[in-house]
């Protein structure tokens, strides 16, 4: 029962089976390195997860390229009614008449009706009807979008490069450092720190919770060393540089944290693999005391003195 437990406990919906030894579960920016295959084209479209999470270049060049569509659409169907059935389309070339229906329907979606061009008849007022309702849907839901876009919380934490396994205690210490490079300030932060390693002669991996000198800050102003111990009680103790390579050890830390200025609850996530830890090291103080206030280097936060393991 105890075992069942813990293996439920430990499961952290990662792949448990590594056949490559390059094989990492979380990047460094937080994204999981997991890509799903084989799955139906209209079961993969989520619009408005690629729309809210997508760049801001691409996501005004996506609505512009819509809006040219839409525009381009609507224009074919006037010229498909017939230019006689729009005022102020008379006597003029192919190529004209296009760009004065394309133009009044770029007028129509978007309710302006500067009236050189008016629909004339009942074909032409039902699409001009139809295009005006459709403006107001579209630029309602475009307007939510970009809403969606500017109300969600981001965090742009940065993490250590690398991470130290260094002198701690009685004994050794797995370390990380991060900070909040930006001005918002950050309260009741939570860390979670995880590893999972190849099993021995298997190709299955493990995963462990790790106990932290402390998983909570109150604030976060300033820079944050996260520290597990390497006890008795840790999966990683007497666990050598030379296993961490062969076992393919992987850290995952995870920070919760509440952001004041947007009252959201922001989460940010990386990752540490065997090769981007540095042993027998400890990271250097970055604060330094001047006009009545601690001001910290950023630039040094991968900064470290070499020093011999207990």
Same mark, same amino acid.
């Given at each position: 029962?105890?075992?069942?437990?813990?293996?439920?406990?430990?499961?952290?919906?990662?792949?448990?089976?590594?056949?490559?030894?390059? *094989?990492?579960?979380?990047?460094?920016?937080?994204?999981?390195?997991?890509?799903?295959?084989?799955?139906?084209?209209?079961?993969?479209?989520?619009?408005?997860?690629?729309?809210?999470?997508?760049?801001?270049?691409?996501?005004?060049?996506?609505?512009?390229?819509?809006?040219?569509?839409?525009?381009?659409?609507?224009?074919?169907?006037?010229?498909?009614?017939?230019?006689?059935?729009?005022?102020?389309? *008379?006597?003029?070339?192919?190529?004209?008449?296009?760009?004065?229906?394309?133009?009044?329907?770029?007028?129509?979606?978007?309710?302006?009706?500067?009236?050189?061009?008016?629909?004339?008849?009942?074909?032409?007022?039902?699409?001009?009807?139809?295009?005006?309702?459709?403006?107001?849907?579209?630029?309602?839901?475009?307007?939510?979008?970009?809403?969606?876009?500017?109300?969600?919380?981001?965090?742009?934490?940065?993490?250590?490069?690398?991470?130290?396994?260094?002198?701690?205690?009685?004994?050794?210490?797995?370390?990380?450092?991060?900070?909040?490079?930006?001005?918002?300030?950050?309260?009741?932060?939570?860390?979670?720190?995880?590893?999972?390693?190849?099993?021995?002669?298997?190709?299955?991996?493990?995963?462990?919770?790790?106990?932290?000198?402390?998983?909570?800050?109150?604030?976060?102003?300033?820079?944050?060393?996260?520290?597990?111990?390497?006890?008795?009680?840790?999966?990683?103790?007497?666990?050598?540089?030379?296993?961490?390579?062969?076992?393919?050890?992987?850290?995952?830390?995870?920070?919760?944290?509440?952001?004041?200025?947007?009252?959201?609850?922001?989460?940010?996530?990386?990752?540490?693999?065997?090769?981007?830890?540095?042993?027998?090291?400890?990271?250097? *103080?970055?604060?330094?005391?001047?006009?009545?206030?601690?001001?910290?280097?950023?630039?040094?936060?991968?900064?470290?003195?070499?020093?011999?393991?207990?």
């Amino acid at each position: 029962m105890e075992e069942h437990k813990e293996k439920k406990f430990n499961d952290f919906g990662l792949a448990e089976k590594s056949e490559s030894d390059g *094989y990492r579960a979380v990047n460094k920016d937080g994204s999981f390195n997991i890509t799903k295959t084989n799955v139906p084209f209209f079961e993969r479209l989520n619009f408005f997860h690629n729309l809210v999470t997508m760049s801001w270049f691409h996501f005004f060049v996506s609505i512009l390229i819509g809006y040219f569509i839409v525009n381009f659409l609507f224009a074919g169907i006037y010229m498909w009614i017939g230019v006689e059935n729009l005022t102020g389309t *008379y006597g003029i070339t192919n190529l004209e008449q296009f760009t004065e229906t394309f133009f009044f329907s770029a007028q129509t979606i978007t309710t302006l009706g500067y009236g050189r061009v008016a629909p004339i008849g009942l074909a032409a007022n039902i699409v001009a009807a139809i295009e005006s309702m459709l403006g107001l849907l579209t630029f309602a839901l475009a307007t939510g979008l970009l809403y969606g876009r500017f109300s969600k919380s981001r965090t742009k934490i940065k993490y250590s490069d690398i991470g130290v396994i260094a002198p701690y205690l009685n004994g050794n210490g797995f370390m990380i450092r991060v900070v909040n490079p930006q001005n918002n300030e950050l309260l009741e932060v939570n860390a979670d720190l995880s590893v999972s390693f190849r099993k021995e002669g298997s190709q299955h991996r493990e995963f462990h919770n790790l106990k932290l000198e402390r998983n909570k800050v109150f604030f976060f102003p300033s820079v944050w060393t996260i520290v597990h111990p390497i006890d008795e009680m840790s999966p990683l103790y007497k666990m050598t540089e030379k296993e961490f390579e062969e076992r393919n050890v992987e850290f995952i830390v995870m920070l919760k944290a509440f952001d004041e200025s947007s009252s959201q609850t922001l989460y940010s996530r990386s990752s540490y693999r065997a090769e981007e830890i540095v042993w027998g090291a400890k990271f250097t *103080y970055l604060g330094q005391h001047k006009d009545g206030k601690l001001h910290i280097d950023v630039s040094g936060l991968n900064t470290y003195d070499q020093r011999d393991l207990q």
